[in-house]
T-cell receptor, first 113, second 111 residues
Framework: GENVGLHLPTLSVQEGDNSIINCAYS??????FIWYKQESGKGPQFIID?????DKRQGQRVTVLLNKTVKHLSLQIAATQPGDSAVYFC????????????FGKGTRLHILP | DSGVTQTPKHLITATGQRVTLRCSPR?????VYWYQQSLDQGLQFLIQ???????AKGNILERFSAQQFPDLHSELNLSSLELGDSALYFC??????????FGSGTRLTVV
């Protein structure tokens, strides 16, 4: 079935340190795995995605790792800043006619000064 | 501004009532998706429309319905409202092979 979930509901990280947010999924048929950031009072904002045939993709200060063997997805944020405080959702998507995105429950990232 | 417009931003209504939430997708996007987000919960997929036609249905209650009009804007109708329907309702739009863009949501409070 479709089940994208997160290991930890809250993560506290010192400003300047790297953050790692983890996610487990169960649907191996997804074509894309995606990370979204949601700040208070706003809609989810796309951060980065990765195709299912890749194992790593880098963006600006962010890296997504995909381990299909253990169905694990992670988001690494380098040099975490106060503006990174938000809830982070992993999600999955197919690219066929039914291309809805299925979201996990989210991890709240707290940045400690 | 993401380009996806949702109105109203806030809505307070009584149990048993009916409300309509509106979404204008980003220019050029043919797909519209509706999601419900309850307090401290993830986003639950409700329904998807593509160019006016229903394409996928998720955990949408029978009291809820949606449609997409020829100008591609979409409306989500919630009827016989219950306290548990209080939530954030998000609309997103996309075009083929591209990611979603979400609106800022409508916060519905049922009292």
């Amino acid at each position: 079935g479709e089940n994208v979930g997160l290991h930890l509901p809250t993560l506290s990280v010192q400003e300047g340190d790297n953050s790692i947010i983890n996610c487990a999924y169960s649907n191996s048929a997804s074509d894309y795995f995606i990370w979204y950031k949601q700040e208070s009072g706003k809609g989810p904002q796309f951060i980065i995605d990765i195709r299912s045939n890749m194992d790593k993709r880098q963006g600006q200060r962010v890296t997504v790792l995909l381990n299909k063997t253990v169905k694990h997805l992670s988001l690494q944020i380098a040099a975490t800043q106060p503006g990174d405080s938000a809830v982070y959702f992993c999600a999955e998507r197919k690219t066929n006619r039914d291309d809805k995105i299925i979201f996990g429950k989210g991890t709240r990232l707290h940045i400690l000064p | 501004d993401s380009g996806v417009t949702q109105t109203p931003k806030h809505l307070i209504t009584a149990t048993g009532q009916r409300v309509t939430l509106r979404c204008s997708p980003r220019s050029g996007d043919l797909s519209v998706y509706w999601y419900q987000q309850s307090l401290d919960q993830g986003l639950q997929f409700l329904i998807q429309y593509y160019n006016g036609e229903e394409r996928a249905k998720g955990n949408i209650l029978e009291r809820f319905s949606a449609q997409q009009f020829p100008d591609l804007h979409s409306e989500l109708n919630l009827s016989s409202l219950e306290l548990g329907d209080s939530a954030l309702y998000f609309c997103a739009s996309s075009r083929r092979q591209y990611g979603y863009t979400f609106g800022s949501g409508t916060r519905l409070t049922v009292v």
